[in-house]
């Protein structure tokens, strides 16, 4: 059990990162997870300068078990104010690792905190707790940039 | 804890309950509502049905599909009188969401079909619904018994409405007679709820809802494992139940009506087996029950049911019944003990069953339920299909323990002491 | 005859073929087009998984639940993989006729959804049928493939058309410009007869219907078990076969589609599992396959069929076909020899299945089936649940054997054997 | 098998007893059996006289197996021209006899060459077959009578 409720998690799952819905934003979410009734309403503000695409904000708000509020938090983290590039290439990191079911560490140097994730891919039913924020995060930055000419 | 059932003795027929689980602790299974485990006796039908006598039912002239057909009757004999039913009356399903789908469908393709004016069987007018006319269910519904009632909605134009509950999980029948009225049509609802472990009072609904000339649909999948169940006389059309909630295989489930139901639905599922004639015009159907069961049906598994049906009688379901009241008591009063648990559902003995829903004050039952698998225990977490359930008492989801025949006193003993500790493990306050 | 696969090797792994029948004789077991038996392996799957992890899949947090969701999606996965497809196109169902009626449903559920204005899913308009739309079969399909686009018919006002038969037992598809046309919605057929053994021609159809936009359903019941399937390859939007059929347990059925035609899609059965979002109000579904698969599913039963995959593919399923081609050509020779034996469908090897249908003069089919029985031998004898393909072929019934991996000339030189004692007992002229 | 295929039986089945549509009747009925595609039309004609009902004539055509058709061969001789009270018990005895299982033999003395049919017991999936003409004279028979005074 300690692998999965690394101190890390449940750190953040006490203190959550950049929680709260803000404005401005281009595109708001609902996500579920439908069998156990987890929530998060999510919002994107993404920003371009000099040509460059940056993830100014995500700002979420829900309720659900530690492993779905702390990966929103790291998630949080991990991605507000970077760039999309940047965001993108942690979004996949992190669902490399989780969906390896625990074939993949994960790397501190590039992950950061979410590496404490490892542990969850040793349990399949929490990968969709952890994926929650990030799957949620997926569907509104692909509807806050639809229409742009990016692919 | 006083019972009349020897669960230790039970367990020797269920192998899996020796294995070990999470690096070595003793599997504490407390997640019977949601499938039980099969004893041997079980799993020994369904080989040997392959085994000796495997064939298509109802169908060739020889040797082996006489004994198939035998053997599947046999099954539908045995299973119907475990339940006070005549055989006829029994119709195999996949589960008991298709028991009630099957149900459902009934009202959604006599609609459609009157509409049109194609051919419907005599009586099928009770299932012919307006704009307008009403489906009542209960705010406890499993979504099984939910679900498809909104989607006949969707289809006809008929308006669904429910009775809420008290906060105590009970049905609040303070207005009965308002939801049960002159455009009701269908009364469907759970004889004991698998969220709550409420058992809900027959009768009173059956009154009102005859009144009116509703049709009345039970779901039953928690009560035909856990008590002594007469079908007929508890005064409603239809009764929905699962096998593999009550020592069966998966892939089985059961629909009991009264004659007169079936007779007057049109089929559900179409195809072989259910028919009387066919051209490429048009097609006339086969009597109840075949007329709902299309293709080749699950005969090892209507088999393995049967065999449920032979452990269960022979422990005695009275016995059975009085075990899990006692456990249910021993567990009512241990959880009452730690600190920050709030049972969610009733806390009396009266008209209460073995699922017990909870919730550990701080903690999420998903980090609840976590913290006790890593102790070898297994509850279920979520809304256990129950959402409008749990949205009404004010909680996302729960933790779940359900025992079962094979569980005793110090199974829940161990998952309060397990339960001890999830607080400290997340730091609640 | 020559044959790339060992039948007597083979019939080590199916017990049942060991047994007597009526008072000592050796079982020939000749028909499998009805059902087939199951080797050990496919038993032994289904009872591990209870032995080890049966808990109710994609619900639990506890490690039994986890073992279990991997079983079923595991054999998902592989049974997906026998066919070509990805595991996210594979739905399970009761069996063919289930799968069957599943597509038919989501015509008659879309129709009178968008009737009403209910939600539906994205791309659903292909759903909605209009008056005079047109649904074409063909006057060989079994019954599980034609009696559900009736009942369709039957509801929305769409009307049935079928591509009808030479006198050999094959389509005819001299009219098929006719038949296929504007108003075409819907075109289902059976890849292979059981009641005939043809081997329909798949590409003209669906080039046919895909120029007019319909969908396409194949029922490959009598393909899948007997020839390498590729479903994709095919060009059909969805592929129907049984479990039960290709060595697997009673109670699973496939569906495979497109996930564009699954994804538009509205649902069949509902209740839990399947669901998104729930409230009394209204109901939001998951994502496929999941969407079509309420309550708890056939776990057992989609491990034992993943066991028969593996079966299968370690035979090889090149080889089972060679095996049955060559088992067919010495059948159809050996009763080209019985005198008054007249076979009904295609006596030419090119596309034809092993399923071979025939009739004896003066005596009644199933007066032949019980001669034969009283040597050992099971064949089927009736329809076959094709009663408009025997009324086109002029029989108001007939005798069927159909081989399989564990037959071989010998079985089907007994079965001759008996056959050329039928008529004596009559005293048929 | 050869107590299921009885000198008797196929007898009947070469030489059928009373086959052919005949008028005058009452009620005429069509039935089938649906797995094998058995098919009879069957036509009753009873006639009162002096309070009492006869069968008057039992009249059949269709097509089936050799159990099917002797067993209309056989019950025209059972019942044709008898009171319609005899024809009932008839008709019960018979019925009787095939679902025994095998268990109830038959009385030659009472039931004539019906008693061929005990065989048929032990052959489940043929019961259906004997019983076919049978199912088929009581539902015409209830029709015939319907609005009568009798119960
Ligand atoms: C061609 C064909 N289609 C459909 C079916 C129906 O299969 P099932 O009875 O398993 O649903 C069969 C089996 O009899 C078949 O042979
Ligand atoms: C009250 C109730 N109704 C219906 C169901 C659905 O049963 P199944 O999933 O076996 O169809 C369940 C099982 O979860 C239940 O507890």
Known sequence: MEDLYQEIILDHYRNPQGRGLREPFEAQVHHVNPTCGDEIDLRVHLEERDGTTYVEDVSYAGQGCSISQASASVMYDSIAGRTLDEALEALARFQEMVQSKGEIAGDEETMGDAVAFAGVAKYPARVKCALLPWMAWKDAMVQATEGDDRD | MSSPLDARRVREDFPILDRTVRGGGRLVYLDSAATTQKPLAVLDAGRDYY??????????????????????????????????????????????????????????????????????????????????????????????????????????????????????????????????????????????????????????????????????????????????????????????????????????????????????????????????????????????????????????????????????????????????????????????????????????????????????????????????????IAVRVGHHCAWPGCRAMGVPATTRMSPYIYNDAQDIDECIEALGRVRAVFGAR
Not at chain 2, 65 to 80: D, H, L, N, Y
Not at chain 2, 151 to 175: F, H, M, N, Y
Not at chain 2, 298 to 305: D, N, P, R, S, T
């Open chain 2, 51 to 376: 085994l000796t006598s495997n064939a298509a039912v109802h169908r060739g002239a020889h040797q082996l599909a006489e004994e198939a057909t035998e053997a599947f009757e046999g099954a539908r004999a045995r299973i119907a009188a475990f339940v006070g039913a005549r055989a006829d009356d029994l119709v195999f399903t996949r589960n008991a969401t298709e028991s009630l789908n099957l149900m459902a469908y009934a009202f959604s393709n006599a609609t459609a079909k009157a509409a049109r004016g194609s051919d419907l069987p005599k009586g099928a007018e009770r299932f012919v619904l307006r704009e307008g006319d009403e489906i009542l269910v209960t705010e406890m519904e499993h979504h099984a018994n939910l679900v498809p009632w909104q989607e006949v909605c969707a289809k006809t134009g008929a308006v669904l409405r429910w009775i809420p509950l008290t906060p105590e999980g009970r049905l609040d029948l303070s207005d009965l007679d308002r939801l049960i009225n002159e455009r009701t049509r269908v009364v469907s609802f759970t004889q004991q709820s698998n969220l709550l472990g409420t058992v809900n009072p027959v009768a009173p609904i059956v009154d009102a809802a005859r009144a009116v000339g509703a049709l009345i649909v039970l779901d039953s999948c928690q009560s035909v494992p856990h008590m002594p169940i007469d079908v007929a006389s508890l005064g409603v059309d239809a009764v929905a139940w699962s096998g593999h909630k009550m020592l069966g295989p998966t892939g089985i489930g059961c629909l009991w009506a009264t004659s007169e139901t079936l007779a007057s639905m049109p089929p559900f599922i179409t195809g072989g087996s259910m028919i009387e004639n066919v051209t490429m015009e048009s097609s006339t159907y086969a009597e109840p029950p075949k007329r709902f069961e299309a293709g080749v049906p699950m005969v090892a598994q209507a088999v393995g049911l049967a065999a449920a049906c032979d452990y269960l009688d022979a422990l005695g379901m009275e016995k059975v019944a009085a075990h899990e009241a006692a456990l249910t008591a021993h567990a009512l009063t241990r959880l009452a003990e730690v600190p920050g648990v709030a049972v969610v559902g009733p806390t009396d003995l009266i008209d209460r069953g073995s699922a017990i829903s909870f919730t550990v004050e701080g903690v999420h039952p998903h980090d609840v339920g976590q913290v006790l698998d890593s102790s070898g």
